[in-house]
T-cell receptor, first 114, second 111 residues
Framework: GAGVSQTPSNKVTEKGKYVELRCDPI?????LYWYRQSLGQGPEFLIY????????DSGLPNDRFFAVRPEGSVSTLKIQRTERGDSAVYLC????????????FGPGTRLTVL | QKEVEQNSGPLSVPEGAIASLNCTYS??????FFWYRQYSGKSPELIMS????GDKEDGRFTAQLNKASQYVSLLIRDSQPSDSATYLC???????????FGKGTMLLVSP
């Protein structure tokens, strides 16, 4: 079946601009996670959705970052007033509802802030 | 102490050898443990999960967990050049649904 999809695959923007990154999870997966990965590092947690609600947003670095999942499927990560330090690969993962906490990642969006 | 620690490598092994990748974690209450493989420029791919002490085998891969020592390892038998990648250890800490990742170990398998 189809895996997790993310769009765009690459996004180049200028400092101060607003960006939206989209994640479409595996069909039927109720849990959705956003991570951020910088070069040479492991993914770092940003926010976790169970259904439509954000169950844990403790990883969001500041209030410029926000994410929604209005219908419990597709999620959008929104970054306002982008900074050069926001440049990274943004990864989305979804988790099977049968338990086990196995998370499956999408291909990621590489964000470059100039 | 970092929550999940891995040797960054690179770990170099010849084709056909056993590659041993190690990971330690700090939260003694951690419940679930995962190994992901990440090729350069690609996203992490789940290859093994382990939840209880002991060994779990899947093809050429064996995951080993020792909760008393807070240690999890991944063995790759008959290593192939296509196994060359960064291997990420991830831990599900107690009380959290999210995963905490190590920085990864780069494995290089030479023909």
């Amino acid at each position: 079946g189809a895996g997790v999809s993310q769009t765009p695959s690459n996004k180049v923007t200028e400092k101060g601009k607003y960006v939206e990154l989209r994640c479409d999870p595996i069909s039927g997966h109720t849990a959705l996670y956003w991570y951020r990965q910088s070069l040479g590092q492991g993914p770092e947690f940003l926010i976790y959705f169970q259904g439509t609600g954000a169950a844990d947003d403790s990883g969001l670095p500041n209030d410029r970052f926000f994410a929604v999942r209005p219908e419990g499927s597709v999620s959008t990560l929104k970054i306002q007033r982008t900074e050069r330090g926001d440049s990274a690969v943004y990864l989305c993962a979804s988790e099977t509802s049968s338990g086990g906490n196995e998370q499956f990642f999408g291909p990621g969006t590489r964000l470059t802030v100039l | 102490q970092k929550e999940v620690e891995q040797n960054s490598g690179p770990l170099s092994v010849p084709e056909g050898a056993i590659a041993s990748l190690n990971c330690t974690y700090s939260d003694r209450g951690s419940q679930s443990f995962f190994w992901y493989r990440q090729y350069s420029g690609k996203s992490p791919e789940l290859i093994m999960s382990i939840y209880s002490n002991g060994d779990k085998e899947d093809g050429r891969f064996t995951a080993q967990l020792n909760k008393a020592s807070q240690y999890v390892s991944l063995l790759i038998r008959d290593s192939q050049p296509s196994d060359s990648a960064t291997y990420l250890c991830a831990v599900n800490r107690s009380g959290y649904s999210t995963l905490t990742f190590g920085k990864g170990t780069m494995l290089l398998v030479s023909p």
